[in-house]
């Protein structure tokens, strides 16, 4: 009986220290005309946002468009808020090529600021590394994701693997980088 009841107290304390959004009084708020709580951009400090919306990828998209009246290129501005795995499968897929530029004003994820961090250091060193194997293979789609890109050449073959042949064939390929890179 006291199994049971840990579990729930540690969900419990959990639970207390994220606060959740209470929609009725969000919306309350938003009726009566009240301030709604504002919160600041971690990659861009001068942009604002509501406080409840700081679990999305807040995202800044340039288009230029041609003004025919004055003849000229002015930017169009558009800011979208993802959820951070629909941003990363977007980007992946390539959702953002009829864009200009994407400018990212927040992002929720911890490993987000360490990423872009070692992403300009690797750009000012001509030293690259392989790329990083992921560390774990949730689901069978992900670790046929990621035999594709270690096996550009064997894709057909994806199809009639099963989870564990996939994860063995992307651990050896994972381990003769670790040999390549010593």
């Known amino acids: 009986m006291s199994t049971t009841t840990k579990p729930k107290a540690a969900a419990a304390k959990v ?16 009726l009566n005309g009240e301030e ?16 409840h919306e700081a679990d999305r990828v807040h995202l800044k998209l340039t288009k230029k468009v041609n003004d025919p009246v004055k003849k000229e290129y002015s930017d ?9 795995a629909q941003y990363e499968r977007m980007e992946r897929n390539n959702a953002f090529a009829e864009y200009d530029s994407q400018t ?19 750009a000012g ?3 690259k590394e392989p790329m990083q194997p992921k560390k774990e293979l949730p689901s069978l ?14 894709k057909e073959l994806t199809a009639s693997k ?12 994972d381990a003769d980088f670790g040999k390549v890179a010593e």
């Open 15 to 30: 639970a207390a220290k994220t606060q959740k959004l209470d929609l009725r009084e969000l919306q309350a708020k938003q």
């Open 36 to 51: 709604i709580e504002q919160a600041k951009g971690n990659q861009d400090s001068s942009y604002e946002f509501p406080a």
């Open 76 to 84: 169009v501005d558009k800011v979208v808020k993802l959820v951070p």
């Open 141 to 154: 789609q992900d670790a046929q994701m990621r035999f594709q890109q270690l096996y550009p050449e064997e």
């Open 125 to 127: 060193d001509g030293n």
């Open 104 to 122: 990212i004003l927040h992002d929720p994820r911890p490993a987000a600021a360490k990423k872009e961090a070692e992403a300009s250091a690797e």
């Open 162 to 173: 099963n989870y564990d042949e996939l994860i063995e064939l992307i651990q050896a390929k």
